[in-house]
């Protein structure tokens, strides 16, 4: 059980143009959801926080205009990079996390964004 | 904040030998650690965890103690398999503003196996 799905898996776009991505909780419903970003070699960087129905808290540093997040019901989250540009490459992961209050996170294998 | 510090890799290990990968963090409040894993094309899964002080976590053969008195939850095995080979992360949970918990990852050590 506690699966956690993303697409796509992969993406490359050319800069200036957006990319939506998709995180979804296949077998339990998610009240929170959580976005991270990896670089090469490096953690997983907490992005964000969302709640369903209700606006991401963003991490400091995090521009909230570039990265989009909607979680709109309780299995679907998604990520958009808007005008993205080639320092956005990066691989951005989800997790979930189903009753509130319960802790452990369910993490989705991954999207690898390149933009060209 | 919270900040985590894994040993780097990559780890190569024969089958049958001993692991360790070394884990060491700062925090404040009452922080607890984690160990995740990767395999190669799947998510972060849990391995195992701890929620208080010498508290042992373990899973699948692996294992790692709680220590505060030098903030650390080293991840031990003590006989590797070629299908242990993955990503290994050590993670902490913190308080998130307005409740809920969060959780501050180390960089991640790839453990290779080999026959």
Redesign the interface.
Known sequence: GAVVSQHPSRVICKSGTSVKIECRSLDFQATTMFWYRQFPKQSLMLMATSNEGSKATYEQGVEKDKFLINHASLTLSTLTVTSAHPEDSSFYICSARGLAGAFEQYFGPGTRLTVT | GNS?TQM?GPVTLSEEAFLTINCTYTATGYPSPFW?VQYP??????LLKATKADDKGSNKGFEATYRKETTSFHLEKGSVQVSDSAVY?CAL?GI???G?????????TQLKVEL
Do not use: D, H, I, P
């Open positions: 985590v780097e995740y094309g799947e998510g972060l899964q849990l992360f949970s998130l503003t307005g809920g918990n969060k959780l501050t990852f180390g960089t991640g």
